[in-house]
């Protein structure tokens, strides 16, 4: 008889709780690139972790991720996401023109939108933008640039892809310069690719017969140039300055490598940060609507463990 | 105007009858060897031109593969996501530990990576043969499957090499020399020695020859064109498996952008080479000279101070272009 009574009391607290679970049934799309590189494979990894933990920390909450390998099939993917019914869009478009649309498409279904790292052409569809600081991460390595060589020095820049992202990162960059007789020798291209840098890395070695300091803006791209230096024996380079925030480079900050002293953060793990905020505008209803600009934080050997994430494929 | 040399004799292509068209490639190197002493007089230092010989090696090795598949009138757009498939599973090979002792280790998995890249390459001859579809089609599947296969073993990141000890035994395949030769140009002779021996000394070289001119007429012939389509292929996969040998120890990693557009590199420097992209021409030395001339304008364009890093690309086409007129006005004069 107790043992009935006990039973069906739990059994109509689970119905009660069934129940409130069940009005907090809510859906979060994420839509992020394919994993291209090692960047976007870091968000792959760091979007596919914060689903998991968030599911526990809100249950009744659904986290879709979904990769899509190009624009035209991310616009494609929304339209399938949407259909499902979801509450909130968290999205890395993986151009801003051609997917401001059909992000705004998916807004008009009354669904909350949160952008992260790439802005869309129109401020207004995003409830809430998450991004990082690409114009300070230039700075920051042109600042620590030439505070190191006591503002006077021959550097070598390597850029990445002529896109908007990489033309931000190298004006900051000669914002953080300016006013120093740090000569730029050359800006080349090196595709965001280790094999590239490598080669133009190689190439400037060849050029150029005094070099103090290397800009990468980089850690993929990092990996070619300290291999090409090593090959080539040359002393006269004291460090290579790259970001983003590699597991190995942030290692090597971490162990007091010389050639790599700091590295500046343009964590894929941004994409985390805002699904955080959107489920926490989901679930608490806090005013998560806004700006979220994370800093071009530079790492360094003492702070280094804080952002060192072993297991992430980046 | 084909070339036959299917048909003429080993004997009549020696002294005197020398093809200019197989000498156009090398005069257009030299022009840009010219070219880059006058840019930048570091160009011409050992150093820098060791530098562009070895770089050079993961294209022509690659593009010796090319040649056969070409000339035998097929295509292989697959090798560039070839390459980072085959260096992933050598790698992932490697980072497992399964056989103690270092040197046994890297022998067994170069030959497990020549042994991938010789099924990869089965796998396009077969679909293809078999399938009887076009070449273009069928390796452009196989590329997005080997370049999406190369991501999920990656987990999305990249693929190093975890043993120091072994990377460090490794290391020499790429950064050491043999008597100040480095050896990843030895391999390229190696590579191309035996490529040239294969298709102008052999039953087979003929016979892919033959396929590449005239389908029908090898059919008739008896020569199984199948067989000599699908060996292509192999050929093919294990010159993109030997590329691969030279590229893992020089950063110990397969990433997402290992082998980008080699596929375009590799066609490129065939048809520099003066092979014929219809088929029915082969030249191993015109491919290794094209895959040249593709590094040395690179290096070019690097060591220049009057290109705009926004126009390298156009330069570099041009100077292809322009390349490629210098070859077929020799062709003219003669």
Redesign the interface.
């Known amino acids: 008889m107790r043992k009935l009574l006990l039973g069906s009391v739990a059994a109509g607290l689970m119905l009660v709780a069934g129940l409130a679970q069940a009005q907090e049934t809510k859906t979060i799309a994420v839509s992020i690139p394919?994993?291209?590189?090692?960047w976007?494979?870091?968000v792959?990894?760091h979007a596919q972790e914060q689903a998991k933990r968030l599911e526990q920390r809100y249950p009744g909450l659904k986290v879709i991720v979904k990769t899509s390998p190009d624009g035209a099939s991310q616009a494609n993917a929304l339209q399938d996401l949407t259909t499902q019914g979801i509450d909130a869009l968290v999205t890395l478009p993986h151009n801003s023109d051609e997917l401001t649309d059909p992000i705004r498409q998916v807004k008009e279904k009354g669904v909350f939108i949160t952008v992260v790292d790439r802005a869309l052409t129109d401020n207004s569809v995003a409830d809430l933008y998450v991004a990082g600081n690409n114009p300070a991460l230039g700075r920051v390595a042109g600042e620590y640039i030439k505070e190191k060589l006591n503002g006077k020095g021959n550097v070598v820049v390597i850029?990445g892809l002529?896109i908007v992202i990489d033309e931000e990162r190298n004006k900051g960059f000669d914002e953080g310069i300016a006013g120093s007789e740090i000569k730029v020798l050359?800006?080349?291209?090196g595709?965001?690719?280790?094999?590239?840098a490598?080669?133009?890395m190689?190439?400037?070695l060849?050029?150029f017969p005094q070099i103090d300091a290397v800009w990468t803006q980089d850690d993929?791209m990092a990996?070619?140039v300290l291999?090409a230096i090593s090959?080539?024996k040359r002393e006269d380079i004291q460090f290579v300055i790259a970001g983003a925030g590699m597991k190995?480079m942030i290692k090597k900050v971490m162990d007091g490598d010389k050639m790599i002293p700091v590295d500046i953060l343009y964590p894929p793990a941004m994409v985390a940060v805002a699904m955080d905020l959107t489920a926490a505008g989901l679930y608490d209803h806090l005013p998560v609507r806004g700006n979220y600009i994370l800093d071009a934080t530079l790492v360094t050997k003492e702070n280094a463990k804080d952002f060192y994430y072993p297991d992430?494929?980046? | 105007m084909t070339d036959t040399t299917a048909t003429k004799s080993a004997a009549r292509r020696s002294l005197g009858d020398i093809d200019l068209r197989a000498v156009a490639p090398f005069v257009a190197l030299a022009f840009l060897l010219v070219l880059g002493a006058l840019v930048n007089p570091n160009f011409l230092g050992v150093d820098n031109l060791l530098n562009v010989l070895t770089r050079s090696a993961f294209i022509a090795i690659i593009a010796v593969g090319a040649t056969f598949v070409i000339s035998a009138g097929g295509l292989d757009l697959s090798v560039g996501a070839m390459s980072a498939f085959v260096a992933g599973v050598m790698i992932l090979f490697m980072n497992t530990g399964v056989i103690g002792g270092d040197i046994a280790m890297l022998a067994v998995a170069m030959l497990l990576a020549v042994g991938v890249g010789a099924l990869c390459g089965l796998a396009n001859g077969a679909i293809t043969t078999v399938g009887r579809i076009e070449p273009f089609i069928v390796t452009l599947g196989t590329m997005g499957i080997f370049r999406a296969l190369t991501i999920y073993l990656a987990e999305g990141g990249s693929i190093a090499m975890k043993a120091p000890d072994l990377r460090a035994a490794y290391r020499p395949i790429y950064f050491g020399s043999v008597f100040g030769v480095p050896i990843p140009i030895l391999v390229i002779l190696a590579v191309a020695l035996i490529g040239a021996f294969l298709l102008y000394r052999t039953a087979f070289g003929r016979h892919v020859i033959a396929v590449g001119s005239n389908e029908d007429v090898a059919r008739y012939s008896g020569i199984p064109v199948n067989r000599v389509r699908t060996l292509t292929y192999v050929i093919q996969g294990v010159c993109v498996a030997i590329a691969v040998l030279v590229y893992v120890p020089r950063l110990g990693a397969a990433t997402p952008t290992t082998g980008l557009l080699w596929e375009l590199q590799a066609i490129t420097a065939v048809v520099i080479g003066g092979t014929a992209l219809k088929g029915g021409v082969g030249r191993i030395w015109g491919t290794i000279c094209g895959a040249l001339i593709l590094e040395v304008v690179g290096n070019i364009m690097v060591l220049s101070n009057f290109v705009s890093e926004y126009l390298i690309g156009a330069v570099q086409g041009a100077i292809i272009i322009i390349a490629m007129l210098v070859q077929r006005s020799l062709v003219r004069k003669r």
């Open positions: 394919a994993a291209d590189h090692g976007t494979g870091g792959v990894y850029r002529p050359d800006r080349q291209f595709n965001w690719s280790r094999d590239d490598f080669k133009v190689q190439d400037y060849a050029k993929d990996v070619g291999e090959q080539a190995d992430s494929p980046f």
